[in-house]
């Protein structure tokens, strides 16, 4: 058996395909019809839609396969996305990659595989629509790999969807659905790991006299130029979020208290480079809460954005 290689953009593969929030999500219609369409196109007895992760391809959908994931060491998407061409294994016995491959000498007995690589918008390979079967196959016609391509470009255009449904199209931050589910996720690690992570709740002083000052216009620049400081004030890991209006909030994994304010006074200082350097005629500020996730009182992430909501208000009430 021959283990996939790793891409020489991993770093930046993996970059976008965790912000895409659509890893450990539910199964989906939208993507269970593709497969399903895709089984029956081919004949096969398995179809997935396979996002590979750092060590891990998991599937978004699958149909005829009882697991939702395999190590990616053993994945057949993980060669398939090493290039842009359609992968086609006609028996996975006579390719050295494969032969004594786990998933070919035992369950689920892949014998015939044929892969082609899903993008996201920016280009990276993240995954695979593939279909499997245990019997051999002599060749694949170029309608069929025409057909499976056409397929493909169906799952990127969902993938896509679902990411616009979790960003917020302002500041190109995560929205409030997208970091729910990115920081369910993470908590959910964090209590089974027994590390630490910090929540801190951000709200933009005296936004309304920025827009009643300058204008709509004006204060969405605001808006952006707060959320670039987020972006530079934050560890590219720690999850960013505008929440809504002048709200915004960051979770930092394997963070205490005392990291999460050392981002906080990262952000007072780079928030108002703009208006050091004459690109803006007024100040940004905020009030901030910051909260160190306890497993026993935060039981979902909404207990935890709430208590940083209160201790927000109370930094905000001192400011006023």
């Given amino acids: ?45 398995m179809a997935m839609v396979s996002l590979v992760d750092r060590d891990r391809q998991w599937f978004k959908s699958c149909i005829g396969v009882t697991v939702r994931e395999t190590p990616r060491a053993i994945s057949f998407c993980g060669h398939a996305i090493l290039n842009d061409e359609v992968m086609v294994v006609p028996d996975a016995l006579k390719d050295a990659r494969f032969v004594d491959n786990p998933l070919v000498c035992g369950e689920p007995n892949v014998r015939f595989y044929i ?20 019997s051999p ?7 069929e790999i025409e057909a499976l391509r056409d397929l493909a470009l169906l799952v990127e255009r969902e993938i896509a969807l679902v990411h616009m449904a979790t960003e917020d199209e302002l500041t190109g931050l995560s929205n409030r659905r997208g970091f729910a589910l990115h920081a369910e996720k993470c908590l959910n690690v964090c209590r089974r790991r027994d590390l630490p992570a910090s929540l801190v709740f951000v709200d933009i002083n005296k936004f309304k006299q920025i827009n009643d000052t300058h204008g709509h216009a004006e204060g969405d620049r605001a808006l952006v130029d707060f959320a670039d400081g987020m972006r530079t004030a934050f560890r590219t890991s720690d999850h960013t979020v505008r929440l809504g209006g002048d709200e915004f909030a960051a979770l930092l994994v394997d963070s205490n208290r005392e990291v999460a304010m050392d981002a906080v006074k990262r952000l007072s200082e780079v928030v108002n480079r703009p208006s ?25 992430v909404q207990a ?14 001192a400011y006023d």
Avoid at 12 to 40: C, K, Q, W
């Fill in 137 to 143: 196959r002599s060749g694949v016609s170029a309608q």
């Fill in 304 to 317: 935890l954005l709430a208590e940083g909501d209160t201790l927000m208000y109370l930094h905000k009430a």
């Fill in 115 to 134: 892969g082609c690589p899903i993008r996201a918008t920016n280009g990276m390979r993240i995954g695979v629509l593939c279909l499997v079967d245990t």
């Fill in 1 to 45: 058996m021959i283990e996939p290689e790793i891409p020489d953009c991993e770093a930046t593969r993996l970059d976008t395909l965790v912000g895409l929030n659509i890893l450990d999500t539910p199964a989906e219609e939208r993507f269970d019809r593709l497969t399903r369409v895709s089984r029956h196109l081919f004949g096969t007895s």
């Fill in 276 to 300: 050091r350097a004459g690109e803006r005629d007024y100040d940004i500020h905020f009030s901030y809460g910051v909260v160190e996730y306890d497993p026993q009182r935060h039981i979902s």
